[in-house]
């Protein structure tokens, strides 16, 4: 009984592990928020003075949409959350060449 009991314990233990490495939810939130700051960024004028950043951002939010269609959802979380951060450094480069023009 003691021996089977532990056999038990050993296999509940193994597919906790192996869950734990599993997302079950849709990274619905991280997707919103890259879409959001992709917006952000093209609206600040990234397309024309950040657009390697820009690209990025859009290349990662593209990557994150396939992975969620393939329900691999800590990746398709990963890639937005890319995506998101690509955004905002087109934003700031944007913000700061605006600045610039502005400025002469």
Do not use: W
């Not at 490495?21 to 991280?30: D, K, L, R, W, Y």
């Not at 004028?45 to 939010?61: I, P, R």
């Not at 959802?73 to 913000?95: F, I, N």
Request: charged residues 30%; hydrophobic residues 45%.
């Amino acid at each position: 009984m003691q021996t089977s009991r532990l056999k038990f314990l050993v296999l509940l233990l193994a597919a906790l592990a192996l869950t734990a490495g599993c997302e079950t939810s849709p990274p619905v939130q991280e997707m919103s928020d890259a879409r959001q700051a992709i917006a952000v960024a093209k609206k600040a004028g990234a397309a024309e003075h950040a657009a390697f950043h820009l690209k990025a951002a859009e290349d990662y939010l593209k990557s994150a949409e396939e992975k969620l269609n393939e329900h691999q959802y800590s990746k398709a979380r990963y890639d937005a959350k890319q995506a998101k951060m690509k955004a905002l450094d087109a934003l700031k480069e944007a913000e700061e060449e605006a600045a610039e023009e502005d400025s002469q």
